[in-house]
């Protein structure tokens, strides 16, 4: 909170809402430079991290009822949030060990289930946007 918690935060909100700065851009930029800063014939290692963002609003963009991975294995629950897919890149160490570096971050929500007297048409596209989810 740098000591402004009890400070006036609209300034803060407001910079912060907008869309000011492309995560394509920022990403563009780490991932040519871990190309650049990459040994050669190293391989590029990457891992997926799929995240579940809690929320309670039903008006917010991608918000649905989703699995919760906290819950017991025996019992499904079920909570309220947005889905997330990080991509990062593994920065080899000097002593071989490895530090990952995101280099992509998307919201993957689920495509809105069609409704029971949709058309064939319909249930047919959200089957292909089931298989589009991640990317």
Known sequence: MCGRAQQDWKADYRLYS???VKPEVLFSHVLSELEVNLPALTPLV???DDTLIRKTGVKIDGVGW???????A??????RGQRYVQLSAAWPGADGQARMIPIDFT?????????KNATEDQVHRY???Q???FW
């Open 18 to 20: 907008r869309d000011r």
């Open 46 to 48: 990457a891992a997926i």
């Open 66 to 72: 989703k699995r919760d991975p906290l819950g017991p």
């Open 74 to 79: 025996f019992q499904t629950n079920l909570v």
């Open 107 to 115: 919201h993957a929500p689920t495509p809105p289930k069609p409704g």
């Open 127 to 129: 089957k292909e946007q």
């Open 131 to 133: 298989k589009q989810v």
